[in-house]
Protein backbone atom coordinates (compact mmCIF):
# COMPACT_ATOMS: atom_id res chain seq x y z
CA UNK A 1 0.00 0.00 0.00
CA UNK A 2 1.17 3.42 -0.74
CA UNK A 3 1.91 5.45 2.18
CA UNK A 4 1.33 9.54 1.56
CA UNK A 5 4.29 10.46 4.51
CA UNK A 6 7.77 11.03 3.51
CA UNK A 7 10.01 9.78 5.66
CA UNK A 8 12.02 12.01 8.28
CA UNK A 9 15.07 12.69 6.60
CA UNK A 10 13.56 13.76 3.32
CA UNK A 11 10.76 15.76 5.55
CA UNK A 12 13.83 17.44 7.85
CA UNK A 13 15.49 17.88 4.39
CA UNK A 14 12.28 19.80 2.88
CA UNK A 15 10.69 21.81 6.03
CA UNK A 16 14.97 23.36 6.25
CA UNK A 17 14.33 24.09 2.74
CA UNK A 18 11.02 25.58 3.04
CA UNK A 19 12.29 27.32 5.70
CA UNK A 20 15.03 29.02 4.24
CA UNK A 21 12.72 30.58 1.50
CA UNK A 22 10.06 31.54 3.85
CA UNK A 23 12.97 33.51 5.88
CA UNK A 24 13.74 35.47 3.16
CA UNK A 25 12.75 39.17 2.80
CA UNK A 26 10.38 40.38 0.78
CA UNK A 27 10.21 43.93 -0.18
CA UNK A 28 6.60 45.46 0.08
CA UNK A 29 4.71 47.08 -2.44
CA UNK A 30 6.65 49.85 -4.16
CA UNK A 31 4.54 53.41 -5.06
CA UNK A 32 5.57 53.03 -8.27
CA UNK A 33 3.57 49.33 -8.49
CA UNK A 34 0.74 50.34 -6.88
CA UNK A 35 0.51 54.05 -9.23
CA UNK A 36 0.05 51.34 -12.11
CA UNK A 37 -2.63 48.91 -10.08
CA UNK A 38 -4.03 52.24 -9.50
CA UNK A 39 -4.17 53.04 -13.46
CA UNK A 40 -5.20 49.58 -14.37
CA UNK A 41 -8.31 49.90 -11.83
CA UNK A 42 -9.05 53.86 -13.33
CA UNK A 43 -8.81 52.33 -16.51
CA UNK A 44 -11.08 49.09 -15.99
CA UNK A 45 -13.70 51.52 -14.40
CA UNK A 46 -13.44 53.25 -18.13
CA UNK A 47 -13.90 50.14 -19.70
CA UNK A 48 -16.95 48.74 -17.87
CA UNK A 49 -18.25 52.22 -18.27
CA UNK A 50 -18.07 52.02 -22.56
CA UNK A 51 -19.57 47.98 -21.76
CA UNK A 52 -22.90 49.50 -19.99
CA UNK A 53 -23.27 51.54 -23.62
CA UNK A 54 -22.21 49.17 -26.18
CA UNK A 55 -21.06 50.49 -29.45
CA UNK A 56 -20.62 47.30 -31.25
CA UNK A 57 -23.86 46.01 -31.34
CA UNK A 58 -25.67 46.04 -34.86
CA UNK A 59 -28.49 48.56 -34.78
CA UNK A 60 -31.84 47.00 -36.01
CA UNK A 61 -32.80 47.59 -39.75
CA UNK A 62 -35.57 49.95 -40.73
CA UNK A 63 -38.12 47.06 -42.04
CA UNK A 64 -37.31 45.54 -38.54
CA UNK A 65 -38.25 48.81 -36.51
CA UNK A 66 -41.18 49.61 -38.63
CA UNK A 67 -42.19 45.96 -37.63
CA UNK A 68 -41.95 46.56 -33.96
CA UNK A 69 -43.75 49.61 -34.21
CA UNK A 70 -46.52 48.29 -35.80
CA UNK A 71 -46.94 45.97 -33.08
CA UNK A 72 -45.34 42.47 -34.57
CA UNK A 73 -47.82 39.70 -35.71
CA UNK A 74 -50.65 40.77 -32.88
CA UNK A 75 -50.18 44.47 -34.69
CA UNK A 76 -50.32 42.78 -38.03
CA UNK A 77 -52.92 40.35 -37.59
CA UNK A 78 -55.07 43.51 -36.58
CA UNK A 79 -53.66 45.45 -39.26
CA UNK A 80 -54.76 43.06 -42.22
CA UNK A 81 -58.31 42.71 -40.83
CA UNK A 82 -59.05 46.41 -41.26
CA UNK A 83 -57.68 46.38 -44.51
CA UNK A 84 -59.75 43.46 -45.77
CA UNK A 85 -62.56 45.47 -44.10
CA UNK A 86 -62.05 48.52 -46.05
CA UNK A 87 -61.47 47.23 -49.14
CA UNK A 88 -64.40 45.35 -48.74
CA UNK A 89 -66.56 48.66 -48.33
CA UNK A 90 -64.71 49.85 -51.31
CA UNK A 91 -65.73 47.31 -53.91
CA UNK A 92 -68.93 46.02 -52.29
CA UNK A 93 -72.38 47.03 -54.07
CA UNK A 94 -75.08 49.97 -52.37
CA UNK A 95 -77.08 47.53 -51.97
CA UNK A 96 -75.01 45.60 -50.11
CA UNK A 97 -73.83 48.17 -47.72
CA UNK A 98 -77.68 49.27 -47.66
CA UNK A 99 -78.45 45.96 -46.39
CA UNK A 100 -75.26 46.40 -43.66
CA UNK A 101 -77.30 50.15 -42.96
CA UNK A 102 -80.43 48.14 -42.23
CA UNK A 103 -78.51 45.53 -40.21
CA UNK A 104 -76.82 47.44 -37.82
CA UNK A 105 -79.03 50.66 -37.90
CA UNK A 106 -83.04 49.34 -38.82
CA UNK A 107 -84.74 50.45 -41.71
CA UNK A 108 -82.89 53.47 -43.44
CA UNK A 109 -84.80 56.55 -44.87
CA UNK A 110 -83.86 58.54 -47.92
CA UNK A 111 -83.91 62.50 -47.37
CA UNK A 112 -84.10 64.78 -50.77
CA UNK A 113 -83.55 68.23 -50.17
CA UNK A 114 -83.35 69.26 -53.97
CA UNK A 115 -85.32 67.76 -56.47
CA UNK A 116 -83.93 65.57 -59.08
CA UNK A 117 -86.16 67.27 -62.33
CA UNK A 118 -84.95 71.12 -61.39
CA UNK A 119 -81.32 70.54 -59.58
CA UNK A 120 -80.77 74.15 -59.08
CA UNK A 121 -84.47 75.55 -58.24
CA UNK A 122 -84.88 77.59 -61.32
CA UNK A 123 -88.67 76.01 -61.24
CA UNK A 124 -89.37 78.38 -57.90
CA UNK B 1 -0.75 59.55 -8.12
CA UNK B 2 -2.55 57.32 -6.33
CA UNK B 3 -5.60 58.57 -4.39
CA UNK B 4 -5.62 57.81 -0.81
CA UNK B 5 -8.05 55.51 0.84
CA UNK B 6 -11.25 56.88 2.06
CA UNK B 7 -11.45 56.37 5.86
CA UNK B 8 -14.83 56.01 5.54
CA UNK B 9 -13.77 52.49 4.31
CA UNK B 10 -11.85 51.47 6.86
CA UNK B 11 -14.00 49.34 8.49
CA UNK B 12 -15.96 48.01 5.24
CA UNK B 13 -16.12 44.77 4.61
CA UNK B 14 -13.90 43.45 1.62
CA UNK B 15 -16.98 42.66 -0.70
CA UNK B 16 -18.48 45.99 0.14
CA UNK B 17 -14.94 47.32 -1.54
CA UNK B 18 -15.65 45.43 -4.46
CA UNK B 19 -18.96 46.80 -4.96
CA UNK B 20 -18.04 50.56 -4.24
CA UNK B 21 -15.22 49.88 -6.38
CA UNK B 22 -17.54 48.64 -9.29
CA UNK B 23 -19.88 51.16 -8.85
CA UNK B 24 -17.00 53.94 -9.73
CA UNK B 25 -15.35 54.53 -6.27
CA UNK B 26 -11.50 54.31 -7.14
CA UNK B 27 -10.93 55.04 -3.08
CA UNK B 28 -12.41 51.60 -2.60
CA UNK B 29 -9.42 50.24 -4.82
CA UNK B 30 -7.22 52.31 -3.12
CA UNK B 31 -8.12 50.62 0.33
CA UNK B 32 -8.46 47.03 -1.86
CA UNK B 33 -4.78 47.26 -2.65
CA UNK B 34 -3.24 48.57 0.86
CA UNK B 35 -5.41 45.58 2.65
CA UNK B 36 -4.08 43.03 0.07
CA UNK B 37 -1.23 44.20 -2.15
CA UNK B 38 1.64 43.54 0.32
CA UNK B 39 0.41 39.78 0.70
CA UNK B 40 0.09 39.01 -2.54
CA UNK B 41 3.68 40.54 -3.72
CA UNK B 42 4.89 38.37 -0.45
CA UNK B 43 3.15 35.56 -1.99
CA UNK B 44 4.39 35.76 -5.56
CA UNK B 45 8.25 36.76 -4.64
CA UNK B 46 8.21 33.75 -2.21
CA UNK B 47 7.49 31.42 -4.94
CA UNK B 48 9.30 33.18 -7.84
CA UNK B 49 12.43 35.22 -6.07
CA UNK B 50 12.59 37.95 -8.54
CA UNK B 51 11.08 40.85 -7.48
CA UNK B 52 10.44 42.28 -11.00
CA UNK B 53 8.28 38.68 -11.93
CA UNK B 54 6.24 38.89 -8.26
CA UNK B 55 5.28 42.93 -9.49
CA UNK B 56 4.26 41.93 -12.89
CA UNK B 57 1.90 38.67 -10.91
CA UNK B 58 0.45 41.41 -8.09
CA UNK B 59 -0.29 43.90 -10.98
CA UNK B 60 -1.85 41.24 -12.94
CA UNK B 61 -3.93 39.64 -9.66
CA UNK B 62 -5.46 42.65 -9.45
CA UNK B 63 -6.06 43.69 -12.94
CA UNK B 64 -7.96 40.40 -12.67
CA UNK B 65 -9.75 42.05 -9.97
CA UNK B 66 -10.98 44.86 -11.15
CA UNK B 67 -12.52 43.51 -14.51
CA UNK B 68 -14.27 40.74 -12.64
CA UNK B 69 -15.63 43.70 -9.83
CA UNK B 70 -18.81 44.21 -11.53
CA UNK B 71 -19.55 40.82 -11.45
CA UNK B 72 -18.52 40.01 -8.33
CA UNK B 73 -21.23 37.65 -6.41
CA UNK B 74 -22.07 38.36 -2.88
CA UNK B 75 -21.18 35.16 -0.95
CA UNK B 76 -19.25 33.81 -3.68
CA UNK B 77 -15.49 32.89 -2.52
CA UNK B 78 -13.87 35.81 -0.18
CA UNK B 79 -11.80 38.39 -1.69
CA UNK B 80 -8.79 36.86 0.42
CA UNK B 81 -9.29 33.71 -0.63
CA UNK B 82 -9.62 34.21 -4.67
CA UNK B 83 -6.79 36.19 -4.16
CA UNK B 84 -4.62 33.61 -2.94
CA UNK B 85 -5.89 31.20 -6.15
CA UNK B 86 -5.40 33.97 -8.46
CA UNK B 87 -1.93 34.77 -7.46
CA UNK B 88 -0.65 31.12 -6.82
CA UNK B 89 -2.05 30.22 -10.41
CA UNK B 90 -0.24 33.26 -12.25
CA UNK B 91 2.99 32.83 -10.18
CA UNK B 92 3.64 29.02 -10.61
CA UNK B 93 2.79 29.41 -14.52
CA UNK B 94 5.62 31.65 -14.98
CA UNK B 95 7.80 29.31 -12.64
CA UNK B 96 6.86 26.59 -14.74
CA UNK B 97 7.40 28.56 -17.99
CA UNK B 98 10.75 29.84 -16.75
CA UNK B 99 11.73 25.86 -16.07
CA UNK B 100 10.55 24.37 -18.61
CA UNK B 101 13.48 24.81 -21.34
CA UNK B 102 15.79 24.14 -18.22
CA UNK B 103 14.24 20.85 -17.11
CA UNK B 104 17.40 19.26 -15.00
CA UNK B 105 17.92 20.59 -11.42
CA UNK B 106 21.93 20.01 -12.75
CA UNK B 107 21.69 23.37 -14.41
CA UNK B 108 21.51 25.11 -11.17
CA UNK B 109 24.64 27.45 -11.11
CA UNK B 110 27.34 25.78 -8.49
CA UNK B 111 29.17 28.01 -6.09
CA UNK B 112 32.05 29.69 -7.29
CA UNK B 113 32.93 31.98 -4.52
CA UNK B 114 35.44 30.17 -2.03
CA UNK B 115 34.94 32.98 1.18
CA UNK B 116 33.15 31.02 3.90
CA UNK B 117 29.74 33.86 4.48
CA UNK B 118 29.92 34.20 0.45
CA UNK B 119 29.64 30.15 -0.14
CA UNK B 120 27.11 29.80 2.31
CA UNK B 121 24.83 32.26 0.11
CA UNK B 122 25.67 31.06 -2.79
CA UNK B 123 24.83 27.68 -1.49
CA UNK B 124 21.62 28.83 -0.17
CA UNK B 125 20.92 30.70 -3.30
CA UNK B 126 21.29 27.39 -5.21
CA UNK B 127 19.56 25.61 -2.56
CA UNK B 128 16.41 27.84 -3.23
CA UNK B 129 16.85 27.75 -7.10
CA UNK B 130 17.02 24.26 -6.86
CA UNK B 131 13.75 24.15 -5.11
CA UNK B 132 12.26 26.57 -7.41
CA UNK B 133 13.30 24.48 -10.38
CA UNK B 134 11.86 21.06 -8.66
CA UNK B 135 8.18 22.93 -7.72
CA UNK B 136 8.41 24.08 -11.28
CA UNK B 137 8.34 20.09 -12.18
CA UNK B 138 5.44 19.04 -9.98
CA UNK B 139 2.42 18.39 -11.65
CA UNK B 140 0.48 21.64 -10.95
CA UNK B 141 -2.17 21.11 -8.36
CA UNK B 142 0.54 19.18 -6.29
CA UNK B 143 2.97 22.42 -6.86
CA UNK B 144 -0.07 24.57 -5.50
CA UNK B 145 -0.70 22.23 -2.66
CA UNK B 146 2.26 22.49 -1.55
CA UNK B 147 3.39 26.28 -2.07
CA UNK B 148 0.23 27.74 0.20
CA UNK B 149 0.97 24.84 2.53
CA UNK B 150 5.02 25.31 3.21
CA UNK B 151 5.87 28.67 1.84
CA UNK B 152 2.55 31.01 2.89
CA UNK B 153 2.15 28.40 5.80
CA UNK B 154 -1.75 28.13 5.21
CA UNK B 155 -3.85 25.30 7.19
CA UNK B 156 -5.25 22.17 5.10
CA UNK B 157 -8.54 23.76 5.43
CA UNK B 158 -7.89 27.60 3.80
CA UNK B 159 -5.69 25.52 1.39
CA UNK B 160 -9.22 23.39 0.99
CA UNK B 161 -11.15 26.27 0.50
CA UNK B 162 -8.92 28.42 -2.03
CA UNK B 163 -8.32 24.96 -4.42
CA UNK B 164 -12.12 24.31 -4.07
CA UNK B 165 -11.34 20.59 -2.95
CA UNK B 166 -11.46 18.89 0.11
CA UNK B 167 -9.38 18.41 3.51
CA UNK B 168 -8.06 14.65 2.43
CA UNK B 169 -7.71 15.70 -1.24
CA UNK B 170 -4.72 18.70 0.11
CA UNK B 171 -3.46 16.32 2.54
CA UNK B 172 -2.81 13.44 -0.39
CA UNK B 173 -1.55 16.69 -3.22
CA UNK B 174 0.73 17.69 -0.47
CA UNK B 175 2.49 14.48 0.61
CA UNK B 176 2.54 13.63 -3.16
CA UNK B 177 4.53 16.60 -3.87
CA UNK B 178 6.70 16.54 -0.95
CA UNK B 179 7.57 12.90 -2.05
CA UNK B 180 8.31 14.12 -5.32
CA UNK B 181 10.20 17.04 -4.41
CA UNK B 182 12.11 14.91 -1.75
CA UNK B 183 13.15 12.35 -4.21
CA UNK B 184 13.88 14.92 -6.68
CA UNK B 185 16.73 17.20 -4.27
CA UNK B 186 17.84 14.22 -1.77
CA UNK B 187 20.60 13.42 -4.17
CA UNK B 188 21.74 16.70 -4.32
CA UNK B 189 21.74 17.06 -0.74
CA UNK B 190 25.54 17.74 0.27
CA UNK B 191 25.87 19.36 -3.14
CA UNK B 192 23.16 21.78 -1.89
CA UNK B 193 25.28 22.44 1.86
CA UNK B 194 23.08 19.86 3.78
CA UNK B 195 25.03 17.48 5.69
CA UNK B 196 24.14 13.76 5.17
CA UNK B 197 23.42 12.36 8.68
Keep these: MMTDKTDPKSEAFLDALFDERRAEDVAPPSDALMARMMADASAALADAAQVATPVGIPRPSPIAGLWAALGGWLGAGGLAAATLTGLWVGIAQPAALDSLNDALLGQSQTLTIFSTTDPFGSEG | ?197
Aim: hydrophobic residues 50%.
Design chain 2, 1 to 197: MTPAANPAFADAPDAALIVAFANGDTAAAAEIMARFAPRVLAQATRLLRDQAEAEDVTQEAFLRLWRVAPRWQQGQAALSTWLYQVTSNLALDRLRRRHRSNTSLDAVAEPQDDEPAAVDRLQMQARQEALGAALAQLPERQAQAVALRHLEGLANPQIAEIMEITTEAVESLVARGKRALAAQLMARKQELGFDDD
